[in-house]
């Protein structure tokens, strides 16, 4: 057997979302798996709706994620230059051996001319098929004019690696261009070019080009082509399994997730099981485990639901995974402003006492900002809470004044802490739901918080009883 060589081979038009990731991470997985190489090409033969930036915004996806490629614009390979734009001269080759075999022709037609033709077709109720309009005789093809492929239409039927067995009719099969009038090859060209010249033995893509692949078996025969092995990934669905994912159902590109603070081996792990499942429980998967275990046939056919409540699971299951040093590295950068005036010492506590609690970095920003800041009294935290709202200012004041008193003689220890606010249970008479939250929203000016004792540890005596002391002020007012 040939070596595996798997590619991604993304164009240029935006930036990385979860479908190309997929992509991308499959393809690479069966690479590895088989010991093989992955390859990042850029296609790039549409440079009117190129992004700047996205080439860039690429490669760095991949290489956060540690998708690594062995071949690649940047890198460079066997089989460079792996950007399309810079292919031209091969397929112009390619295109004049169509063209000498004649199963390649000049379009002679306007682009009205073609619109008028789909018109006539949709008003007799058919199929538009540019074959039907070919031209009986072209006149030598210089460049100016699109080539066009001059199909040989017959039924098919090919093996797909997700789908399974799959088939269609001759009517399927029609002249495509192969190169535009701008000289740039068209997607459907091009890809089957580099393909073979890349010695791609798997080609992984979207759902979205199965109805292609008749053509592009065409093509290859044409061409006198060995296809590879191909593999359609299902579709990501959105949060309600209803519709493909898209923007406005909430889903950020990957540097995007990074930078709020997922970690590269969660969205991985994510990615990788939407749609692909070992036949274990496990949902978290080293790279290793992705690696030995991935293989197409545990690809399911149907679309994938993105859940999002999924992938904050997993994200904070790493975390809490972490050894409190590595976590502290990791947040550098999500603390509140006010925390630069504070220690490393301090800080690092209140990380451990966040740590059970993260989904994702950019929450500590907020979620601990009332350790490095006093917060001005909200009176909406006790009139919506849904116990403290039937007392009235005097018992609540009552509470937070037998609670100055207890902990004025306390050293603020844990230990002590929990066994001066068990005290404080029996002498109140209150449930832990009441006096608790009220002091938590006395110290912390949030409706929660992490456990109470530990809390008021951290934070320390003295600026503990102020903002006791200040919320019984507000309640005075």
Same mark, same amino acid.
């Given at each position: 057997?040939?070596?595996?060589?798997?590619? @991604?081979?993304?164009?240029?038009?935006?930036?990385?979302?979860?479908?190309?990731?997929?992509?991308?991470? @499959?393809?690479?997985?069966?690479?590895?798996?088989?010991?093989?190489?992955?390859?990042?090409?850029?296609?790039?033969?549409?440079?009117?709706?190129?992004?700047?930036?996205? /080439?860039?915004?690429?490669?760095?996806?991949?290489?956060?994620?540690? =998708?690594?490629?062995?071949?690649?614009?940047?890198?460079?390979?066997?089989?460079?230059?792996?950007?399309?734009?810079?292919?031209?001269?091969?397929?112009?080759?390619?295109?004049?051996?169509?063209?000498?075999?004649?199963?390649?022709?000049?379009?002679?037609?306007?682009?009205?001319?073609?619109?008028?033709?789909?018109?006539?077709?949709?008003?007799? /109720?058919?199929?538009?098929?540019?074959?039907?309009?070919?031209?009986?005789?072209?006149?030598?093809?210089?460049?100016?004019?699109?080539?066009?492929?001059?199909?040989?239409?017959?039924?098919?039927?090919?093996? +797909?690696?997700?789908?399974?067995?799959?088939?269609?009719?001759?009517?399927?099969?029609?002249?495509?261009? &192969?190169? #535009?009038?701008?000289? @740039?090859?068209? *997607?459907? @060209?091009?890809?089957?070019?580099?393909?073979?010249?890349?010695?791609?033995?798997?080609? &992984? %893509? !979207?759902?979205?080009?199965?109805?292609?692949?008749?053509?592009? &078996?065409?093509?290859?025969?044409?061409?006198? =082509?060995?296809?590879?092995?191909?593999?359609?990934?299902?579709?990501?669905?959105?949060?309600?399994?209803? /519709?493909?994912?898209?923007?406005?159902?909430?889903?950020?590109?990957?540097? $995007?997730?990074?930078?709020?603070?997922?970690?590269?081996?969660?969205?991985?792990?994510? =990615?990788?099981? &939407?749609?692909?499942?070992?036949?274990? $429980?496990?949902?978290? *998967?080293?790279?290793? $485990?992705?690696?030995? #275990?991935?293989?197409?046939?545990?690809?399911?056919?149907?679309?994938?639901?993105?859940?999002?409540?999924?992938?904050?699971?997993?994200? !904070?299951?790493?975390?809490?995974?972490?050894?409190?040093?590595?976590?502290?590295?990791?947040? %550098?950068?999500?603390?509140?402003?006010?925390?630069?005036?504070?220690?490393?010492?301090?800080?690092?506590?209140?990380?451990?006492?966040?740590?059970?609690?993260?989904?994702?970095?950019?929450?500590?920003?907020?979620?601990?900002?009332?350790?490095?800041? +006093?917060?001005?009294?909200?009176?909406?935290?006790?009139?919506?809470?849904?116990?403290?709202?039937?007392?009235?200012?005097?018992?609540?004041?009552?509470?937070?004044?037998?609670?100055?008193?207890?902990?004025?003689?306390?050293?603020?220890?844990?230990?002590?802490?929990?066994?001066?606010?068990?005290?404080?249970?029996?002498?109140?008479?209150? /449930?832990?739901?009441?006096?608790?939250?009220?002091? %938590?929203?006395?110290?912390?000016?949030?409706?929660?918080?992490?456990?109470?004792?530990?809390?008021?540890?951290?934070? !320390?005596?003295?600026?503990?009883?102020?903002?006791?002391?200040?919320?019984?002020?507000?309640?005075?007012?």
């Amino acid at each position: 057997m040939s070596p595996v060589r798997t590619r @991604f081979a993304p164009s240029p038009t935006g930036f990385l979302h979860v479908g190309g990731v997929r992509t991308a991470l @499959f393809a690479w997985l069966v690479a590895k798996h088989f010991n093989g190489q992955f390859i990042l090409r850029f296609e790039d033969t549409d440079q009117k709706r190129e992004v700047e930036g996205a /080439k860039d915004h690429l490669i760095k996806s991949l290489k956060i994620l540690g =998708i690594n490629y062995d071949e690649g614009p940047d890198i460079g390979g066997p089989y460079a230059p792996y950007i399309q734009s810079l292919r031209l001269d091969s397929y112009k080759t390619w295109a004049n051996k169509l063209v000498e075999s004649g199963r390649a022709y000049a379009d002679p037609y306007t682009a009205e001319e073609v619109q008028f033709f789909r018109k006539e077709a949709a008003e007799q /109720k058919k199929p538009f098929l540019y074959r039907n309009h070919r031209p009986s005789k072209t006149e030598q093809w210089d460049g100016s004019k699109p080539l066009r492929f001059r199909s040989e239409p017959k039924d098919y039927a090919w093996h +797909d690696e997700v789908m399974g067995d799959l088939s269609t009719t001759a009517d399927v099969i029609d002249d495509f261009v &192969l190169i #535009k009038s701008d000289g @740039f090859p068209t *997607y459907n @060209f091009a890809h089957i070019i580099d393909d073979h010249e890349m010695n791609i033995t798997h080609v &992984l %893509r !979207g759902q979205e080009f199965i109805s292609s692949v008749p053509n592009y &078996l065409n093509l290859h025969e044409a061409l006198g =082509i060995q296809p590879p092995i191909f593999a359609t990934m299902p579709h990501i669905l959105g949060p309600d399994g209803q /519709k493909k994912l898209s923007k406005r159902d909430g889903a950020r590109d990957v540097l $995007e997730y990074i930078d709020i603070g997922y970690l590269p081996e969660a969205l991985v792990s994510f =990615i990788a099981t &939407l749609g692909w499942n070992d036949g274990t $429980e496990q949902e978290i *998967y080293s790279t290793s $485990e992705l690696i030995n #275990k991935f293989s197409l046939d545990k690809v399911q056919r149907s679309g994938a639901r993105f859940d999002e409540k999924r992938l904050n699971w997993m994200n !904070g299951s790493l975390i809490r995974q972490m050894d409190i040093k590595s976590l502290f590295s990791s947040v %550098r950068n999500y603390w509140p402003p006010e925390a630069a005036d504070f220690d490393d010492a301090y800080k690092e506590k209140v990380l451990a006492l966040f740590q059970e609690r993260l989904k994702y970095f950019s929450e500590l920003t907020e979620l601990s900002k009332f350790f490095f800041k +006093d917060l001005p009294v909200d009176p909406i935290l006790i009139s919506e809470n849904k116990q403290l709202n039937k007392l009235s200012g005097g018992e609540l004041k009552e509470l937070l004044n037998k609670t100055l008193t207890k902990l004025q003689d306390s050293s603020f220890n844990n230990e002590e802490l929990i066994e001066k606010l068990n005290q404080l249970l029996d002498e109140t008479n209150q /449930k832990p739901a009441v006096l608790f939250s009220l002091i %938590r929203i006395a110290i912390s000016q949030a409706p929660s918080s992490p456990p109470l004792s530990e809390t008021l540890a951290v934070l !320390g005596k003295e600026r503990a009883l102020q903002r006791i002391t200040d919320q019984i002020s507000a309640l005075s007012s």
